[in-house]
């Protein structure tokens, strides 16, 4: 029962640099989001999407990419780093029906940019 | 825009006691309401989806409830144990589809003590 997973679990970026965040779930669920979590703020929705090949930006999604060429697969694009991303990572999936919309998350990725 | 609160934001109780988490939400118009636990450092686990015709869902010694028109969820916890220590937080889902995103409150972070 993998579920959704996400790597890293933790990554120290300099300014500046870039990475991707990679989330998978084997569920088949349609809908994926990403959110960051900052202490004192709860989460924010950063992008979404609803199905293979499209994606919606949430709350905060300036300074980041996301794309869905699979089913399975939502990685997050950081583009020049900065401090104002240190943050928790959270991917989630839910199915999307309209009987049942239950989200499931994954570990998280834990960033700093220093 | 949907505003979800939660208060307190910290509680502590001793263990055994019975224990009642808020959720407050501005907007009524929602699919359903959902509670999450998250250990420190760790994901969120689901633990109760509520549709919106539904008035409480229980899962062991966990029982939400929802009033829509007024806007509230309670998460009510029995016989706490230390092993519940952990932040909850409630997050809802907008009328406007099953594709709509999840609004979190902050969580409330809960200490039993043996």
């Known amino acids: 029962n993998a579920g959704v997973t996400q790597t890293p679990k933790f990554r120290i970026l300099k300014i500046g640099q870039s990475m991707t965040l990679q989330c998978t779930q084997d569920m088949n669920h349609n809908y994926m989001y990403w959110y960051r979590q900052d202490p004192g703020m709860g989460l924010k929705l950063i992008y979404y999407?609803?199905?293979?090949?499209?994606?919606d930006k949430g709350e905060v999604p300036n300074g980041y990419n996301v794309s869905r060429s699979t089913t399975e697969d939502f990685p997050l694009r950081l583009e020049l780093a900065a401090p104002s991303q240190t943050s928790v990572y959270f991917c989630a999936s839910s199915y999307g029906g309209m009987e049942n919309t239950e989200a499931f998350f994954g570990q998280g990725t834990r960033l700093t940019v220093v | 825009k949907q505003e979800v609160t939660q208060i307190p934001a910290a509680l502590s109780v001793p263990e055994g006691e019975n224990l009642v988490l808020n959720c407050s939400f501005t907007d009524s118009a929602i699919y359903n309401l959902q509670w999450f636990r998250q250990d420190p450092g760790k994901g969120l686990t689901s633990l109760l989806l509520i549709q919106s015709s539904q008035r409480e869902q229980t899962s062991g010694r966990l029982n939400a409830s929802l009033d829509k028109s007024s806007g509230r969820s309670t998460l009510y916890i029995a016989a706490s144990q230390p092993g519940d220590s952990a932040t909850y937080l409630c997050a809802v889902r907008p009328l406007t589809g099953a594709n709509s995103k999840l609004t979190f409150g902050k969580g409330i972070t809960l200490s039993v003590r043996p």
């Open positions: 999407s609803v199905g293979a090949g499209i994606t």
